[in-house]
């Protein structure tokens, strides 16, 4: 199982990036997505998720409002599209996927997911 995360780069403070997430030996069918975060010295934080068996979300309040996490079937792939972006949005972002989890509980069982992307950088600038 592989999830590949994409869509990072480097952006001036209020701009926009999509990051996307796809899966490979896995089909999204069950599962739910979520995206979380790391900077320098912070520890790991939750984002957003999303639940595919019920399309239901969750995203943390500092993110909500301008960020957006969708789920194409398709291409078992997840989005996230951050819109004005902070500073403070700077870090690096991981995607994982557990089978048969709610969106909320993504959030605090960041320790017991069992298939994590390798990261992908957003740096915003000031």
């Known amino acids: 199982v592989q999830l590949q995360a994409s869509g990072g780069g480097l952006v001036q403070a209020g701009g926009s990036l999509r990051l996307s997430c796809t899966a490979s030996?896995?089909?999204?069918?069950?599962?739910?997505i979520g995206w979380f975060r790391q900077a320098p010295g912070k520890e790991r934080e939750v984002v957003s998720c999303?639940?595919?068996?019920?399309?239901?979300?969750y995203s943390a309040d500092s993110v909500n409002g301008r960020f957006t996490i969708s789920l194409d079937f398709a291409k078992d792939t997840v989005y996230l599209q951050m819109n004005s972006l902070k500073p403070e949005d700077t870090a690096v972002y991981y995607c994982?996927?557990?089978?048969?989890?709610?969106?909320?509980?993504?959030?605090?069982?960041?320790?017991?997911?069992?298939?994590w992307g390798q990261g992908t950088q957003v740096t915003v600038s000031s």
């Open positions: 999303i639940a595919s068996t019920d399309g239901s979300t």
């Open positions: 994982a996927a557990r089978r048969l989890t709610t969106a909320q509980e993504m959030g605090v069982m960041m320790s017991q997911l069992p298939y």
């Open positions: 030996g896995i089909t999204f069918d069950d599962y739910a």
